[in-house]
T-cell receptor, first 109, second 111 residues
Framework: DAKTTQPNSMESNEEEPVHLPCNHS???????IHWYRQLPSQGPEYVIH???SNVNNRMASLAIAEDRKSSTLILHRATLRDAAVYYC??????????FGQGTRLTINP | DADVTQTPRNRITKTGKRIMLECSQT?????MYWYRQDPGLGLRLIYY???????NKGEISDGYSVSRQAQAKFSLSLESAIPNQTALYFC??????????FGDGTRLSIL
C-alpha cells in the first residue's frame, strides 16, 4: 500500500481557514485519496475523497496537486468542533483503509 | 439510533478468557470491517468481509477470529485473551466503493 506523510500536529484559530497537507509521492494511478477524521472518544468519520480533480463538499475541500504526489484538506472556517485527528489515506480496489498517525488539529478559541 | 452499533462499549476481563465483540448495522451495507486502535496510533485492520460468505484476514489477524452471521452482523472473537490485546476496537461498514462508516468503539482491557 502506498504511504502518506502528514505533520504530527497543527494549530489554528477559530473561524480561520485551515490547510492540512499530505504527501503521497508513491501514489499509483488508481489510488483514491481519502480523508477521515477522528474526534475525541469517537470512531473515525469520513470527510472527503478524490482522484484527480479538486473536490468540495459541505464539510471541506480537497485540493490535489497536478502530479498527485500531494494533497491538501481545506477547512474553510474552522470551529472548535473541528478539533480532531485527521487521516489522509490512499485506497485502491479492496478499500482496505491503512491509517497512519494522522495530524492532530487543535483549534484555539 | 446509531447506524453502526457495537456491544459492549467497555469490557474488562482476565487473561485467557474468551471474548466476543459484536457489531450490527442498519445501513444495508455488504462490507464490514474490524479494526483495533492503540493509544496514539492510527487504526489497524484485523478482518474484513465483503459479504456473508466472504471473510478475509487483515494486517493483524493473529489471535482473532470473526463470524459474519448475517449481512447486518459481524462479530469479533478473542479465543484466549492476552494483555497486549488491550485496545480500542472499531467496527465499520461500507457499500461497494463507498466511504466507511464507523461505530463508536469498544474499549477492551485485559488484565
Amino acid at each position: 500500500d502506498a504511504k502518506t506523510t502528514q505533520p504530527n500536529s497543527m494549530e489554528s484559530n477559530e473561524e480561520e481557514p485551515v490547510h492540512l497537507p499530505c504527501n503521497h509521492s508513491t501514489i499509483s494511478g488508481t489510488d483514491y485519496i481519502h480523508w477521515y477524521r477522528q474526534l475525541p472518544s469517537q470512531g473515525p468519520e469520513y470527510v472527503i475523497h478524490g482522484l484527480t480533480s479538486n473536490v468540495n463538499n459541505r464539510m471541506a475541500s480537497l485540493a490535489i496537486a497536478e502530479d498527485r504526489k500531494s494533497s491538501t484538506l481545506i477547512l474553510h472556517r474552522a470551529t472548535l468542533r473541528d478539533a480532531a485527528v485527521y487521516y489522509c489515506i490512499l485506497i485502491q480496489g479492496a478499500q482496505k483503509l491503512v491509517f497512519g498517525q494522522g495530524t492532530r488539529l487543535t483549534i484555539n478559541p | 439510533d446509531a447506524d453502526v452499533t457495537q456491544t459492549p462499549r467497555n469490557r474488562i476481563t482476565k487473561t485467557g478468557k474468551r471474548i466476543m465483540l459484536e457489531c450490527s448495522q442498519t445501513k444495508g451495507h455488504d462490507r464490514m470491517y474490524w479494526y483495533r486502535q492503540d493509544p496514539g496510533l492510527g487504526l489497524r485492520l484485523i478482518y474484513y468481509s465483503f459479504d456473508v460468505k466472504d471473510i478475509n484476514k487483515g494486517e493483524i489477524s493473529d489471535g482473532y477470529s470473526v463470524s459474519r452471521q448475517a449481512q447486518a452482523k459481524f462479530s469479533l472473537s478473542l479465543e484466549s485473551a492476552i494483555p497486549n490485546q488491550t485496545a480500542l476496537y472499531f467496527c465499520a461498514t461500507s457499500g461497494d466503493n463507498q466511504p466507511q462508516h464507523f461505530g463508536d468503539g469498544t474499549r477492551l482491557s485485559i488484565l
